[in-house]
């Protein structure tokens, strides 16, 4: 089983859905772009928002476990994903990548 590698690479707001539609809530969200989680095999990194987690879980497995071309080739690295959490008020976009070293 291989490392695999998060990071953030876009994070949005929609402002007006949130005050439309959500309750007050304080630091919602903590993920910066930039950030970098190191997965071994398919545990949770620590610091890995936990909804986000639920997202990208199945696919840090897929690529933990040596998967390629997900969904039929969609992406340009084979051993890639980009992957969004279900968050509809704060979405974050992460690229999910296989890495050659083995798992712990």
């Known amino acids: 089983m291989k490392k695999v590698r998060i990071t953030v690479m876009r994070t949005a707001r929609h402002d007006d859905l949130i005050e439309k539609y959500e309750n007050p809530i304080e630091h919602a969200c903590h993920m910066r772009v930039g950030q970098q989680f190191t997965c071994n095999g398919w545990a949770k990194p620590e610091g890995m928002c936990d909804s986000a987690w639920e997202t990208l879980s199945p696919f840090v497995m ?14 340009k690295d ?19 990548e296989a890495l050659d070293e083995e798992a712990e």
Request: hydrophobic content about 45%; charged content about 15%.
């Open 62 to 75: 897929a690529l933990a476990h040596g998967a390629e071309n997900l969904y039929d080739g969609w992406m």
């Open 78 to 96: 084979p051993r890639s994903a980009m992957i969004s959490c279900n968050d509809g008020f704060r979405p974050v976009s992460f690229l999910v």
